[in-house]
């Protein structure tokens, strides 16, 4: 009598053959995942604009253009000259305010446009004389002490010689003075050791102040 075939038990799969099963998992393994949309590649155009971060961010420094200096002064931005109000404070007593006047008017008038004090033109109304006169000298680069019979006289001159002398006590050509009507024997002994101007020319000694002014001025650059 011949036997039946077997059976699987109850609940068992039939195997697979190892070849068939060798080519499903070669075919599993080389199924390639769905590629994913990049979020770059998908807004390509994004790349392209500003962002908001971007447009927040102040110009650059190059592009910003400075506030243009006054002719007058855009050569000198930089110089230690403009750092005082004046060039010159021009020293002189009462009597001799027209003679004084006419100084300040050639150097002003002058190519140089030199910038000069003249204490009752210049001076703040209401304003202390010893606070004035100190201010006027601290304010400028160069002092005008113009000699004559009445600034040895007057007391508030000779103040504003000494005061000079204090703050510039070398020859350094700030102080510059300008001896006119007197004898060179008449020349203050607090100024020997400076050479002055003789006012005795046809200018008055105003070109020769202007020169020395500018000679100074010169050195500050």
């Given amino acids: 009598m011949a036997s039946s075939p077997s059976l699987p038990a ?12 060798a080519d499903w998992f070669r075919q599993t393994l080389l199924k390639k995942p769905k590629k994913m949309p990049d979020s770059s590649e998908s807004a390509p155009s994004d790349a392209s604009q500003p962002t908001s971060q971007d447009s927040s961010v102040p110009p650059s ?6 506030p243009s200096l006054p002719p007058s002064q855009a050569s000198d931005s930089g110089s230690i000259r403009w750092s005082k109000d004046y060039d010159v404070c021009v020293c002189h007593s009462e ?3 027209v003679a004084a006047q006419n100084l300040v ?6 190519t140089a446009s030199l910038r ?16 004035e006169l100190c201010q006027a000298l ?9 000699i004559t019979p ?3 006289q007057d007391p508030w001159c000779k103040y504003q010689m000494l005061q000079a002398l204090t703050d510039a006590p070398g020859a350094e050509g700030r102080t510059i003075p300008l001896l006119s009507g007197l004898s060179r024997a008449a020349y203050p002994p607090e100024l020997r050791f400076m050479y002055y101007v003789d006012g005795r020319g046809p200018d008055g000694g105003f070109h020769q102040v202007k020169e020395a002014v500018m000679r100074y001025l010169q050195t500050l650059s």
């Fill in 10 to 21: 109850p609940g068992s799969r039939p195997k697979k053959p190892l070849g068939k099963m």
């Fill in 116 to 131: 000069c004090f003249l204490q009752l033109r210049d001076a703040t109304p209401g304003g202390a004389i010893v606070s």
């Fill in 61 to 66: 420094h190059s592009s910003v253009t400075s």
């Fill in 138 to 146: 601290s304010s400028s680069h160069c002092r005008v002490l113009l």
């Fill in 105 to 110: 008017s050639y150097l002003e008038g002058s």
């Fill in 95 to 97: 009597e001799d305010l």
């Fill in 150 to 152: 009445g600034f040895l």
